[in-house]
């Protein structure tokens, strides 16, 4: 018997999401939690066709079973050496890089603190980028993104204000 997938699929896609999750139901013997039309769509094309074409031989199986027991997972991220990241000192330095001078920032050797959700962070500028908990940064910014998970402007973090005009109009 063939089965033409194209019809099949055109089929699926003409479906509602309940309906595709009543036909899920059909194919797959479960529920499903999915309301993705798309996802549902794929998942029941797939399972119809490797029902039609029929699915993994016995050995096929078995050979998947040894490479899966035989990979090595990784089960926590990599430390800094495991990572290749050169150690100066106790600082991990990523990668070389210049910060423009800005007017801005106080003199290298100078810690910014700044308190941010009851812990005090602590800062020190360097000359060339931002030592934050052991890592150097190329920017504020990316200190503020390490402390506080989202875009923030580095200057604006710390409380480091535009240099005032001198002279002007009185």
């Known amino acids: 018997m063939t089965m033409n997938f194209n019809a099949m699929i055109a089929t699926l896609k003409g479906m509602t999401v309940r309906e595709l999750q009543d036909r899920y139901i059909e194919v797959f013997g479960e529920r499903t939690r999915s309301h993705h039309k798309q996802y549902l769509i794929k998942r029941i094309a797939w399972r119809l066709q ?28 990599p430390t800094v050496n495991e990572a290749n990241v050169p150690v100066k000192g106790d600082l991990v330095v990523r990668d070389k890089f210049d910060v423009p001078i800005d007017e801005r920032l106080p003199m290298p050797g100078t810690v910014l603190s700044r308190k941010y959700k009851g812990r005090v962070v602590l800062v020190q500028v360097l000359r060339r980028g931002f030592e934050y908990n052991g890592e150097v940064y190329r920017s504020l910014s990316a200190v503020a ?22 002279g002007g109009d009185s």
């Open 50 to 77: 490797a029902q039609h074409e029929g699915d993994l031989s016995v050995r096929a199986r078995r050979r998947a079973r040894e490479l899966a027991a035989d990979a090595d997972l990784r089960l926590r991220p």
């Open 145 to 166: 993104k390490a402390v506080t998970g989202g875009h923030w402007n580095g200057y604006r973090f710390f409380g480091l204000q535009p240099p005032t005009k001198k």
